[in-house]
RNA sequence: CGAGUAGCACAGAUGAUCGCGCCGCAAGGUGAGGAAAGUCCGGGCUAUACAGGGCAGGGUGCCGGAUAACGUCCGGCGGGGGUGACCCCAGGGAAAGUGCAACAGAAAAGAAACCGCCGCGUAAGCGGUAAGGGUGGAAUGGCAGUGUAAGAGACUACCGCAUCGCCGGUAACGGAGAUGGCUGUGUAAACCCCACUCAUAGCAAGACCGGAUAGGGAGCAAUACGGCGGCCCGUCGUGCUUCCGGGUUGGUUGCGUUUUCGAUGUGAAAGCAUCGAAAGGAGCUGCCUGGUAACAGGUAGUCAAGAAAGAUGAUCAUCAGAUACAGAACCCGGCUUAUAGUGUUACUCAUAAA
């Protein structure tokens, strides 16, 4: 698998528990009252992703469900991102009940605080793009 | 119509836009559950070299049947509950032995007199007595009568119990009878005994490919060490154990109806896709036959989730409204537990009517 394959994958992801641990212990950290979010630099150019709901948020359904909207929301706002970052983005236990319009404002809310868009007049209020 | 009992089915649908896994060059196809859960049983599959014998250990436990198998299912029997439909039961053995029975109670298993009752005695008390009271989960058959100083299976009828044969039933068991006399409480989800039964580990099993690599010291060695399910016998094999240091932990497969054959398409080929046929299957659905049933046989149709930081989602609209419990991880058969709401079948009770 060559690194340019790897590139038009849709939405890459942190696969290995040491590549976790290294965002972790070198990354820089956010947080509001839905999710912590981690970045460190990859020297690469393009993003990967890894989404974190620990078994205290709750039972493997909502777990599934959180991790699905989470990375609705980045795959639908991806090209406002700059490129060549670890993300992760870990889910506190108030994620439970939320729907995707609480859980993209919030996302968006972290990525804008660590200032990972490219513009910030362009980052938009809702998770999803209209027909814009 | 009301209250209830037992069972079955469904588990939002449709459309639009964006997006994901797998198969495919592409077009396109396909993509979570009734419990996918708990991991409590059973089986397949894989590995351990399935030689053998003994011991230890686990499981099951009324009877008959079903099944690949089960602790499951079906049909009976017995006991208990409910007016009833129906529901519940770890339901073998307590006369093989051992243990335990707290508190209360006089006494808890070869015995016992606390109150009471009766007799004797002036009285203290002595003797008789298990009918009554009280304690307890449980007190040495129940109840009525005879009897007696008062009492007692001491005696009698009925019920219960034990033994014997008879009748019905494959059997558990049921029925009627005779005899015995009232003799030995409970607990085996205590040890135990009896009968039947069980090898262990699990897909991170296992198989293949590729990469990396570095050894050194010490000890014991055929009376040794290791394998053969926990131990022993026995048997098979030949170096083994330990300390220090270093390195790796990637891919394919297993994996989803399987195998074979033929045709067509594509391709250099391997292959892949589509269609058809045959065989195999402990998958699913319908029908027929047998059976009370579980189920069996036959027949027709159908059988496309296979991920690996782990795919099924998001938004909007419509339907009168609402969405519970919950996410495949090797595969099947069960059990148990969680569950909003809807539909449906059969039956019971009560009321009314006839």
């Known amino acids: 698998m060559t690194e340019e394959l790897r590139g038009l994958h849709p939405q890459p992801s942190i696969k290995k528990a040491a ?44 777990r599934h ?8 929301c980045l795959r639908l706002n991806g090209t406002m991102f700059n490129t060549g970052l670890d993300i992760i983005v870990i889910a506190r236990g108030a994620a439970k009940d939320k729907g995707q319009e609480d859980v993209s404002k919030a996302v968006m ?6 200032s990972l868009l490219v513009s910030v007049e362009n980052a938009p209020q809702n998770g999803h793009l209209d027909e814009a």
Do not use: P
Request: charged share 30%; hydrophobic share 35%; glycine share 6%.
């Open 19 to 62: 590549e976790f641990r290294t965002v972790y212990s070198k990354g820089t950290s956010a947080a509001n009252h839905l999710f912590v979010m981690y970045k460190h630099e990859n020297g690469l150019d393009y993003n990967r992703i890894g989404i974190s709901v620990s078994k205290k948020v709750g039972n493997s359904v909502v």
């Open 65 to 72: 469900r959180i991790k699905r909207l989470v990375r609705e």
């Open 109 to 114: 809310h972290l990525a804008k605080k660590m």
